[in-house]
C-alpha cells in the first residue's frame, strides 16, 4: 500500500492536532507540504513534524502547482476560505476540511459543486460522529429496533475568550456557527432533515469587551421533518477552560444519555427488563475520521462526513442565526 503525500492549510491549533494523527498514520500519510499565510509558523511545523523535510508555503496556489498531493487537509479559520477546496479539486487532491466549511451558504455550495464534480474525496471535520456511544445508537436507529426518534437535546458550555478572529462575528459567525454547529451536524445526523429553527442569542457576559461580537448565550428549537424536535442551549460564560457538550436522545422505546461522544448510557423503555447498556470507549474520533477518509480514497467507498453534509449542517446554524437576528422562525 503506498503511502499518500498530504498537506495541511492552515497550521495554528488544529492543524496541529492534524499533523500530530498524520505523523501516527506514518504507514499510510507522509506530510510533504505545511502552508500558512504566516510563513514561520508553516516552517515551524515543517521542522517540528517532518523535521524540516515537508516543503513550505504561504500560498496554497503555489503549493497545489508545485508538489504533487494526495490529501489536504484544510484547517482554517471560516473567514479565511478563498478557492482552496477548487484547487484541490482541480488538482485532484482528496480534502479534509476543519468546520464550519464557509460563512455563506453561497460559498459552501460552491465547494461542494466543485468536489463532487471533480469526483474527489472529502471529509468534514464532524469528528462526534465517529464517537463508540453515536455510532452504537446510529446502528440501532438504523436497525429500527429503537422506533422513532422524538426529542434531542444538547448543551455546548465554555468559558474562554478564544482568538480575536473567534470573538469577532464577521469572521467566526459566532459561537453556534463555530463552534456549536457539532452538535447541529449530531442532530441531522441522528434525526435527519431539519425544517424549521427558531433561535434567540445574546451577549451578556463580554459587552464590555469592544471586540467581543459574538453571542456567549443561546437557545435553539429545531422542528425535523419527521415531526421530532431538538433543544439546543449555549454558552460561552460557564465555568472557565472547560469545554462541556453532552446530549440526551429519546427514540420510543430507547432513551440515551450521553456524557460525550464515547460514553453514553442506553436504557430500554419498551416495557422489558432489559438493564441499561453503558457504552464507555476511550477511541480516538479524530484519528478514526482521518482513516475513514483514508478507506475512501483506497477503496472508493463514501466517506461518513463528506462536503455536502458540512454544507447541510452550516445551512442550519445559519438559519439559526437568521431566526436570532429577526426573531422569527426560519424555515429551510
Ligand atoms: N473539529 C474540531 O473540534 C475543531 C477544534 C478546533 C478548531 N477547529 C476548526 O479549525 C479551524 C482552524 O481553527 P484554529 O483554532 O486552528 O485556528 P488558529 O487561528 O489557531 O489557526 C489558523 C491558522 O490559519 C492561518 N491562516 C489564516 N488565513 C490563512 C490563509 N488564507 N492561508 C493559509 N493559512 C491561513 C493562520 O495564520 C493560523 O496559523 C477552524 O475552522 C475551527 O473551527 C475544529
Known amino acids: 500500500m503506498s503511502v499518500l503525500n498530504a498537506a495541511i492549510i492552515g497550521c495554528g491549533h488544529f492543524g496541529q492536532r492534524h499533523a500530530q494523527h498524520i505523523t501516527e498514520l506514518h504507514e499510510d500519510l507522509r506530510l510533504v507540504a505545511c502552508c500558512d499565510v504566516d510563513e514561520t509558523r508553516a516552517r515551524a511545523f515543517s521542522e517540528t513534524y517532518t523535521t524540516g523535510r515537508a516543503a513550505v508555503y504561504s500560498s496554497h496556489q503555489k503549493m497545489f502547482d508545485e508538489t504533487p498531493l494526495d490529501v489536504v487537509f484544510i484547517c482554517l479559520p471560516p473567514f479565511a476560505h478563498s478557492d482552496e477546496v477548487e484547487q484541490a479539486a482541480a488538482h485532484g487532491v482528496h480534502v479534509l476540511i476543519e468546520k464550519p466549511i464557509a460563512l455563506t451558504s453561497e460559498d459552501a455550495w460552491r465547494m461542494v459543486e466543485v468536489a463532487e464534480q471533480a469526483g474527489i474525496k472529502t471529509q468534514v471535520g464532524f469528528m462526534f460522529r465517529f464517537g463508540a456511544a453515536v455510532e452504537e445508537l446510529k446502528s440501532q436507529l438504523a436497525s429500527g429496533s429503537t422506533g422513532p426518534v422524538g426529542l ?7 468559558n474562554a475568550l478564544h482568538s480575536p478572529w473567534w470573538r469577532d ?4 459567525g459566532g459561537q453556534l456557527v463555530e463552534q456549536v454547529i457539532h452538535m447541529f451536524d449530531l442532530m441531522r445526523y441522528l434525526m435527519g432533515d431539519p425544517i424549521h ?27 425535523f421533518d419527521s415531526g421530532a424536535l ?9 465555568i472557565p477552560n472547560k469545554w462541556i457538550n453532552d446530549y440526551r436522545l429519546v427514540a420510543q422505546k430507547l432513551t440515551v444519555e450521553f456524557t460525550d461522544a464515547n460514553h453514553a448510557t442506553f436504557y430500554h423503555t419498551d416495557g422489558t427488563d432489559v438493564p441499561p447498556t453503558v457504552i464507555a470507549s476511550d477511541q480516538n474520533y479524530y484519528l478514526r475520521e482521518i482513516q475513514d477518509l483514508l478507506t475512501a480514497i483506497r477503496t472508493g467507498s463514501a466517506t461518513r462526513t463528506p462536503i455536502r453534509e458540512g454544507a447541510k449542517s452550516l445551512d ?6 437568521a431566526s436570532a437576528d429577526s426573531h422569527r422562525e426560519v424555515s429551510l
Not at 427558531?198 to 422542528?223: C, G, K, M, W
Not at 442550519?316 to 442565526?321: G, K, P
Open 152 to 158: 434531542m437535546s444538547a448543551r455546548y458550555f465554555c
Open 197 to 223: 429553527v427558531y433561535s434567540r442569542q445574546e451577549n451578556l457576559f463580554h459587552r464590555a469587551l469592544p471586540d467581543y461580537t459574538v453571542e456567549d448565550v443561546s437557545a435553539t428549537v429545531i422542528h
Open 230 to 238: 431538538a433543544v439546543v442551549y449555549a454558552t460561552n460564560g460557564a
Open 169 to 172: 462575528r464577521s469572521k467566526s
Open 316 to 321: 442550519l446554524v445559519l438559519a439559526a442565526s
